[in-house]
């Protein structure tokens, strides 16, 4: 769901990459800070990853740098998948819940992270965040240019998610802002649906409409 920009943000402001990073951090450290002891270990909407394992790779991203990824990728012989998982254990280590909550809550400001542009930050934040509510209690709500931005930078990338070539001849269309990309069967619906469909989780083709979204249950 977005939401038009509110109290925090002046309207007709610029904003860049970064602050809305920032500000999508602070919104999801305090609806993690609300959940019950039990959501935590409740699968997410990443295969294979609970509440907290998504917690503690948002907080292993966050306090990355390039240099220390390049190092702790070639620790693990280049293998992507292994290193996160390394990077999630060393994490949760040892660390309760509410530890995990103001480890994320400490790295609002911070702009550091892997090799990569800033909106890849900015994704990473939403769409994880979206992977543990979605998977609890249904979509957060965004401000509508954070969403959109995410959008934007996800449908001409296939850069680890793929998005791309899965959503190539498909037409994406939001109806709760100006937002459309692409040509042939429409998918439409929620713009942050549309922004979990492009990663590929497919729950979020339950929230959609348009003979596209038959397309997408059969692309990975």
């Known amino acids: 769901m977005v939401r038009p920009p509110g109290d925090k943000i002046a309207q007709g402001a610029a904003m860049d990459t970064w602050q809305m990073t920032q500000q999508e951090r602070a919104s999801l450290v305090d609806a993690l800070a609300e959940l019950p002891a039990e959501s935590w270990r409740k699968p997410s909407l990443c295969a294979g990853r609970t509440v907290r394992d998504v917690v503690g790779h948002l907080v292993a991203t966050a306090s990355m740098t390039p240099p220390k990824f390049v190092a702790k990728l070639a620790g ?35 702009r550091t992270g892997p090799p990569g542009p800033a909106a890849s930050w900015l994704g990473e934040t939403i769409v994880h965040g979206e ?42 269309r939001a109806t709760d802002t100006d937002w459309r990309y692409g040509d042939g069967p429409e998918v439409n619906g929620p713009a942050i649906a549309l922004v979990m469909a492009m990663t590929g989780r497919k729950v979020a083709l339950d929230d959609l409409d348009g003979d596209g979204v038959a397309v997408l249950r059969q692309r990975p």
């Open 76 to 110: 693990t012989g280049f293998n992507f998948t292994r290193m996160t998982d390394k990077e999630i254990e060393r994490v949760i280590g040892g660390r309760s819940d509410a530890d995990l909550v103001e480890a994320m809550r400490a790295l609002i400001p911070a």
């Open 131 to 172: 992977d543990v509510f979605r998977a609890l209690d249904g979509y957060r709500e965004h401000p509508v240019e954070h969403v959109v931005a995410v959008a934007d930078f996800y449908k001409k990338s296939n850069l680890l998610i793929g998005t791309k070539k899965r959503i190539a001849g498909v037409s994406m």
